[in-house]
């Protein structure tokens, strides 16, 4: 029996809608710019500081927003084989690679925008042992430059640091590590001057920095009412698009003014006793990516068995990685900001001292925690969080599959694989 597709999410806020319709719009004003106009512009991953691009008004393609256009377009496994017959290894991890997949494929009539022109720069932090191929790679085969940043070691580890980072940044992130991303930074910024002739104004800088702390604030508020709120008001489907698409443009009018909203349409939501499922009786947390080739996934067993995805990484990261008290020290704030932002969501012993703390936060009664198979970073601290939280007494299923590779991904099967977890474990 062949496989079953993704299937499209339901939207229950009225803001989602004005999200994704204001994402779309930004895409085709950056395909303007950048495939029209010819304009400089650059391409980083979702942990490199876009704040820098932002202030100097340097367009910007996220790699894991662009890996998740190609892949719900459905044009991953296509994507993947021509890697395979360029003689990568089929394992080959997935997530950061798509971009690459894609322009080696080199087919502008089947690839989004015709296929990225030449970038002015690739920017990634070096946060595992692949992604300097990957980026090296590319930057090659787009015959442009790649500016590696550090990810530096740790020596003090605080499980608690989501409760210290807003104000004692320097401490939970060590002033070293914070020392080397500002030279970093300054060196980046060096570069887009060169590259680009836009000038870096701290001042802007300083500014943006003010309004997103005020962005993430609002994030911060929806997180605390959904996860206090019974039944819950807003599942992750919704949850997903109102926080990243503002945090791709953080600190603009836009995204503060569609954080408020989103903010208020909760409260809403909440004061009337609205719930996602007629009949919630699960809370069920999502960990990992999202599964970008299925957003439907998450809301498949709400009105058969009341089970609701609650959580997932994306909106309460918010508060916690984003907000920053500057100290009158902007350059150092941003460093604290970036120099720790995939290693807190997947490494121990700060992925699972935070994850068993929003669990108890949500009353969460069981995890789903998505495991790619290929891909090494994502894979780091699985397994003790899986151990910290069923110590906490929260039973986890592992899926083995990938947020952006469909090849493997059976909708039906992967539903009734969550069905058969929660009744296994009692919980239905
Ligand atoms: S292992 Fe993961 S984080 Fe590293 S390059 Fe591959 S997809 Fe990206």
């Given amino acids: 029996m062949s496989a079953t597709a993704g299937q499209r999410s339901r939207k229950d806020l009225a803001c989602t809608a004005e999200a994704t319709a204001y994402q779309k719009a930004f895409g085709a004003e950056l395909k303007r710019r950048v495939v029209?106009?010819?304009?400089?512009?650059?391409?980083?991953?979702?942990?490199?500081?876009?704040?820098?691009?932002?202030?100097?008004?340097?367009?910007?393609?996220?790699?894991?927003?662009?890996?998740?256009?190609?892949?719900?377009?459905?044009?991953?496994?296509?994507?993947?084989?021509?890697?395979?017959?360029?003689?990568?290894?089929?394992?080959?991890?997935?997530?950061?690679?798509?971009?690459?997949?894609?322009?080696?494929?080199?087919?502008?009539?089947?690839?989004?925008?015709?296929?990225?022109?030449?970038?002015?720069v690739l920017v990634a932090r070096l946060t595992c042992d692949c992604i300097q191929q990957v980026f090296s790679q590319w930057a090659d085969a787009l015959n442009t430059d790649f500016f590696p940043m550090?990810?530096?070691?740790?020596?003090?580890?605080?499980?608690?640091?989501?409760?210290?980072?807003?104000?004692?940044?320097?401490?939970?992130?060590?002033?070293?590590?914070?020392?080397?991303?500002?030279?970093?930074?300054?060196?980046?910024?060096?570069?887009?001057?060169?590259?680009?002739?836009?000038?870096?104004?701290?001042?802007?800088?300083?500014?943006?920095?003010?309004?997103?702390n005020e962005q993430e604030g609002y994030i911060a508020e929806a997180a605390r009412m959904i996860g206090e709120a019974r039944p819950c008001p807003v599942s992750i489907a919704?949850?997903?698009?109102?926080?990243?698409?503002?945090?791709?443009?953080?600190?603009?009018?836009?995204?503060?003014?569609?954080?408020?909203?989103?903010?208020?349409?909760?409260?809403?939501?909440?004061k009337q006793g609205i719930g996602v499922a007629a009949n919630e009786k699960l809370r069920l947390m999502w960990i990992g990516a999202g599964v970008w080739h299925d957003p439907g996934f998450y809301q498949a067993l709400e009105q058969r068995l009341g089970a609701v995805f609650v959580w997932s990484m994306y909106m309460p990261f918010a508060g916690p990685q984003y907000i920053r008290q500057l100290h009158g020290r902007t350059m150092e704030a941003l460093a604290s900001r970036i120099c720790s932002m995939n290693e807190v969501l997947h490494l121990p012993p700060w992925m699972n001292g935070w994850m068993v703390s929003e669990a108890k936060r949500c009353g969460i009664d069981a995890a789903v925690m998505l495991v790619p198979p290929d891909n090494r970073l994502s894979q780091s601290g699985t397994r003790l969080t899986t151990l910290a939280l069923e110590d906490a007494g929260v039973p986890v299923l592992a899926l083995d599959a990938d947020m952006v590779d469909a090849k493997t991904w059976d909708h039906a099967a992967m539903v009734e694989m969550v069905e058969r977890f929660v009744v296994d474990a009692g919980l239905a």
């Fill in 238 to 270: 919704d949850q997903m698009p109102n926080t990243m698409i503002p945090q791709w443009h953080r600190g603009s009018d836009w995204a503060v003014a569609h954080a408020r909203k989103f903010r208020d349409e909760v409260a809403e939501r909440v």
């Fill in 36 to 120: 029209e106009a010819g304009e400089a512009f650059a391409v980083a991953q979702a942990d490199t500081p876009h704040e820098i691009f932002h202030v100097m008004d340097i367009p910007l393609i996220t790699n894991q927003w662009w890996s998740a256009y190609i892949s719900a377009k459905q044009l991953s496994t296509r994507y993947f084989n021509t890697m395979v017959e360029h003689g990568y290894p089929d394992n080959s991890c997935k997530y950061c690679s798509l971009g690459l997949a894609c322009t080696l494929a080199n087919d502008p009539a089947t690839a989004p925008w015709g296929g990225l022109p030449k970038p002015a």
């Fill in 150 to 212: 550090e990810a530096p070691a740790w020596d003090y580890k605080d499980p608690e640091w989501y409760a210290h980072s807003n104000d004692d940044w320097e401490t939970v992130y060590q002033p070293g590590r914070i020392a080397l991303m500002v030279a970093e930074l300054e060196e980046l910024i060096e570069l887009l001057e060169r590259k680009t002739g836009r000038r870096f104004d701290p001042a802007r800088l300083e500014t943006l920095m003010h309004r997103i």
